[in-house]
């Protein structure tokens, strides 16, 4: 299957990727998760990866984030070949160019809101007087400025997911992943967590939502549908959905 470019951007796609594939070996049997695909994401994008359980948009994702190697095939990420990174260069793609947001959340259960959204900071080598700065304004930016010294016991499920986006923007990375981001919240905190995606999105972000939602695919600018390790569609809107 051939890649769709945006011919809007003509700067490149931020996410390269040709015939990459991912085979699992367990032993006896080999598990084609992922068979060959073509992946094309321009920067600024908005789109949903959908797909029943099995289709292999978990094992998209992973490879997406950089957290799994592919089995075969080419993945540039921004220009460059992801097969040529050395470990290091990997931990710091995973901590400042792609931000994840787990349907789980993730979150340390002993640390506030505040320490939540400082790790990658920390990790990154960041001063104190920037990361607390850094910290109050992603706060802020997620409706949680008075929630910055609760503990995850201490907050719903909504308010815990905008804590891990908060996180998982704190180094201003390139792309946003989420797997599931609503899977564990109600309908209400649900439609908060995509109305934030979608204001992430109109400020620039390069959002790649992993959903069983139809509703919420039809909220985004592209869709790609995988079955059985494939992309089977890849679908443009013409406009973008504000509903």
Do not use: W
């Not at 010294?149 to 719903?156: A, L």
């Not at 995606?197 to 790649?208: A, D, I, P, Q, Y």
């Amino acid at each position: 299957m051939s890649s769709q470019t945006n011919p809007t951007n003509p700067t490149g796609p931020i996410i390269a990727m040709s015939d990459v594939t991912k085979v699992y070996n367990t032993g006896k049997v080999d598990v084609h998760a992922l068979r060959p695909t073509d992946l094309c994401v321009d920067a600024g994008e908005l789109i949903a990866i959908v797909g029943p359980s099995g289709s292999g948009k978990s094992t998209l994702m992973n490879l997406i984030g950089c957290l799994d190697h592919a089995s075969g095939g080419s993945y540039e990420l921004e220009g460059r070949s992801v097969a040529s990174f050395d470990p290091d260069e990997l931990a710091d793609v995973r901590n400042r160019k792609i931000g994840f947001v787990f349907q789980n959340f993730n979150l340390l259960p002993y640390a506030t809101a505040e320490e939540n959204v400082e790790l990658p900071m920390i990790f990154a080598g960041e001063s104190a007087k920037k990361r607390k700065r850094r910290v109050t304004e992603l706060l802020e930016q997620v409706g949680l400025a008075d929630r910055s010294e609760h503990r995850p016991s201490e907050m719903s499920g909504g308010q815990m997911q905008r804590v891990a986006i908060a996180r998982a923007l704190a180094n201003r990375p390139s792309i946003l992943l989420a797997d599931e981001p609503t899977g564990n919240l109600d309908t209400a905190s649900g439609e908060e967590i995509i109305e934030l995606f979608k204001n992430l999105h109109r400020e620039g972000h390069t959002v790649l939502l992993v959903t069983h939602n139809p509703d919420i695919a039809e909220r985004t600018d592209r869709t790609i549908v995988l079955r059985d390790g494939q992309i089977k569609e890849d679908a443009r809107r013409q406009y973008r959905f504000e509903g």
